[in-house]
């Protein structure tokens, strides 16, 4: 398997968490986000602190041509991607009487489609090196709640994509990981969250297994 991660939603909490985790075990690490805001310094840093090659790439998941050149270009800076983690986000929701057309679509759009387009366009690479994509999510996906028609919405389509995705012959390991609460960041203490680095641990785990589940569940303890 080629040692390059490719991680979309390079986001100061679980997405900094994982691309440190991965470094630490000696991956390459490609930070897309749609400004350099974090990921920028946080290349940096993995720089620095480890012996790997990191990149941050502008890009925004909901635009094809914007996804494929990043892909084009960690390919031809950091190799063949090994490891895809669709992590870009869009939250928020409501009850069905209050919910937001435009959020509705924004939520889908980013968690969903944005995911579609990210496997699409690093799916060579993936069967290539007999890679892993793992999709962050959340339990409305399987659980939801009234109060969150969009995000529940948009979680459940984006774990309806892993599955078709794990059910074709692709040669690629396909999970999504349904995190049952609010991610908190490294050393801080949120009562009923689950911590950033717990859950990039459980991350890499599934990355090192041969077969993969479709279905992980992370859950606070």
Given at each position: ?221
């Amino acid at each position: 398997m080629s040692r390059t991660l490719l991680i979309a939603g390079a986001g100061p909490r679980l997405g900094s968490a994982v691309a440190r985790r991965f470094a630490r075990e000696g991956w390459n690490a490609a930070l897309l986000a749609r400004s350099g805001r974090v990921t920028d310094p946080l290349a940096d840093e993995l720089r620095n602190e480890h012996p790997v090659e990191a990149l941050a790439v502008r890009a925004d998941v909901t635009d094809p041509e914007s996804v494929d050149r990043a892909v084009s270009r960690v390919a031809d800076e950091l190799g063949r991607v090994g490891c895809l983690v669709a992590n870009a986000s869009a939250g928020g929701g409501s009850p069905i009487d209050a919910a937001d057309p435009e959020r509705f679509e924004r939520v889908w759009r980013v968690r969903a489609f944005g995911s579609f387009l990210l496997v699409r366009a690093c799916l060579s690479d993936l069967r290539e090196t007999d890679g892993t994509v793992v999709i962050s999510g959340t339990t409305y996906a399987t659980d939801p709640v009234p109060e969150q028609v969009e995000w529940g919405s948009g979680a459940a389509a984006a774990r309806g994509l892993a599955r078709s995705l794990a059910a074709s012959p692709n040669d690629v390991g396909v999970t999504y990981v349904r995190i049952g609460a609010a991610v908190r960041p490294p050393e801080s203490d949120f009562p009923g969250a689950v911590g950033a680095d717990e859950v990039a641990a459980r991350y890499l785990d599934i990355v090192r297994t041969a077969d993969p589940p479709v279905d992980v569940l992370v859950e606070p303890g």
